[in-house]
């Protein structure tokens, strides 16, 4: 049993990279679909849509990807939360309280069918509870006021200093409790028969666990709250609680079961500290995309991989006993578990290392800084050609000086620029709708644009253009301008491009890759968003093409 819930904990490091963050959602016009730059709903694989051949926006076409996306990002959300419930339920402030829990059912009611019926109201009570905090952060904050902070920097810097708060306090060094005279009190009105009691018996198991689930319930809305979803908070919280109270419930029916729950002991505290660790990891990626939009330069490629790496050996040598905290009791032995995840944590670290010198890390692209951001490449096939600075003109290209496009692609940052290119040599264009915190855009570039054929497309028959909608360098005061489709002042590189995309195309997600003519006609109705099928992207790119020389053959005669 200790083993599964070590394998639970591992799933969860192993799939965080699946997680986002998120960019901003106005109030918009009925025709807008205002999905998010890297959060749960950012731009889900686009599969289920048909290249259309013809040149006309299929409306219909984007009404249903924009549900099928809404719904598949509240399932993840769901299930995101459902996992930190699972882990909850094996940290030290909730897994010894489950045989005592349970016995208060058996010993206070009548008879067995009466206990079940006193757990299952318990259960429900607690997904009562923990819902209520989901809905609430929605009521205060509002799902689009979230969204609109979540690429401002000090926001950003804010989360890191919580996350980082929080991994510390799984470290040990301190606990986030509530006031002892509140808890008393739940715990006093618990001993009330009837509902009543057993709604303040769940109140009493949520607040003197808060010292654990504080930190895991506080990542879980941090990172679905900005999502830009009304019902992100709500069902991450319901998967939380749910996981949670249906352990507590199968228990109260199968009491027997509690025989093979192992006993209370240092694994604990052990599940406790590494995910304090994985919190301190995850922080850095807040601080990144604060980094990244605002161009500080304080956390660049390499030092974000020296700290995860630093922290993964931390994580395996913690786990084989080498590093032990005050409170932690003697590991006498290393189990065949430990030694597992050690193996792991160690494997990771390892992979992350020739990173260093500019190893693309596939697996973990999405989380790190881009290579642009690396001081050093041994290989030397990352770093941008000379030549990708110039014009036609020979003039800088507009935001060339801070802005990059990877794998050598000699491409342009502003779309009026593009367009002027794009007629004198007669070639479509790739629009790349993206942003500096965009999980996803930075997996499409390292797993399906790095690809030998795909790259030989974007080179040869497009002129690219990447087009930041969360970059934050301020526009000229004559380029700003009051945007009715954003309803506020566009002062800034990413707001230009992101009214640009909300205007032309009804939707701010990104990544967004739109293939148009020089004229800005649309090539391939509808765009799509993350597609990791090479074969299927492929397609896409070259029905492009073929339209675009139907319609040359077309003007020519």
Not at 146 to 159: P, S
Not at 228 to 247: E, Q, T
Not at 486 to 493: C, F, M, P, R
């Amino acid at each position: 049993m200790k083993k599964i819930f070590f394998l639970v904990l591992l799933s969860l490091f192993l799939s965080t990279h699946n997680q986002s963050f998120a960019n901003k959602k106005q109030a918009e016009p009925d025709a807008i679909e205002f999905t998010t730059v890297g959060s749960a709903e950012d731009s889900i694989a686009n599969s289920k849509i048909t290249v259309n051949p013809t040149t006309t926006t299929n409306q219909n076409s984007e009404t249903i990807v924009a549900e099928t996306k809404s719904n598949d990002s509240l399932w993840r959300i769901f299930a995101a939360g459902f996992v930190l419930g699972l882990i909850a339920f094996t940290l030290p402030c909730i897994f010894p309280m489950v045989p005592l829990t349970i016995s208060f059912f058996t010993k206070r009611a009548e008879t067995k069918g009466k206990g079940i019926q006193g757990a299952v109201l318990y259960g429900i009570s607690i997904n009562v509870i923990y819902v209520s905090l989901g809905l609430l952060t929605t009521l205060i904050f509002g799902a689009s006021a979230l969204n609109e902070l979540a690429t401002d920097g000090f926001f950003n810097v804010f989360i890191f200093l919580i996350l980082l708060v929080f991994g510390i306090s799984f470290l040990g060094v301190f606990e986030i409790t509530l006031p002892s005279s509140f808890v008393n009190k739940l715990d006093a009105k618990s001993d009330s028969k009837g509902l009543t009691g057993i709604f303040f018996m769940a109140a009493t198991l949520a607040v003197v666990s808060f010292s654990c689930t504080g930190p895991l319930i506080g990542t879980l809305l941090v990172t679905v709250g900005s999502s830009g979803n009304y019902l992100a908070p709500v069902m991450g919280m319901f998967g939380f609680s749910f996981a949670l109270s249906s352990i507590f419930v199968i228990f109260a029916i199968f009491p027997s079961w509690l025989t093979s729950l192992p006993k209370s002991g240092g694994w604990l505290n052990s599940i406790k500290v590494v995910l304090g660790f994985i919190e301190i990891a995850l922080a850095f990626k807040f601080l990144s995309t604060a980094d990244l939009a605002y161009h500080w330069g304080i956390l660049d490629r390499e030092v974000f991989l020296v700290i995860w790496i630093t922290i993964s050996f931390f994580i395996g040598f913690y786990l084989l006993g080498k590093i032990k905290f005050s409170h932690d009791s003697d590991l006498k032995f290393v189990s065949t578990t430990r030694l597992f995840l050690a193996g792991i944590a160690f494997s990771f670290a390892i992979y992350m290392v020739p990173g260093l010198w500019g190893a693309p890390l596939k697996v973990i692209s999405g989380l790190t800084p881009p290579m642009s951001t690396q001081d050093f490449v041994s290989s030397g096939n990352q770093t941008a050609p000379k030549s990708a600075s110039l014009n036609a003109n020979g003039q800088t290209k507009k935001y060339s000086e801070f802005l990059h496009i990877p794998h050598q692609i000699d491409g342009f940052f502003d779309y009026e620029e593009a367009i002027a290119y794009a007629k004198t040599i007669n070639k479509p264009l790739f629009l790349d709708f993206t942003g500096h915190g965009c999980v996803n855009c930075r997996e499409m570039e390292a797993r399906v644009w790095s690809d030998p054929s795909v790259l030989k497309i974007l080179k040869e028959k497009y002129v690219v253009v990447s087009l930041y909608t969360d970059d934050k360098t301020e526009l000229p005061e004559n380029e700003q301008f009051e945007s009715k489709v954003l309803q506020t002042k566009v002062n800034t590189i990413g707001k230009k491009f992101k009214h640009l995309q909300a205007e032309k195309y009804n939707t701010i997600s990104q990544p967004y890759y739109v293939l148009i003519d020089s004229e800005g006609k649309l090539l391939v109705s509808p765009p799509i968003g993350v597609e990791f099928n090479i074969k299927n992207y492929i397609n896409y790119l070259e029905q492009g093409i073929s339209n675009f020389t139907k319609l040359k053959t077309e003007i020519n005669e």
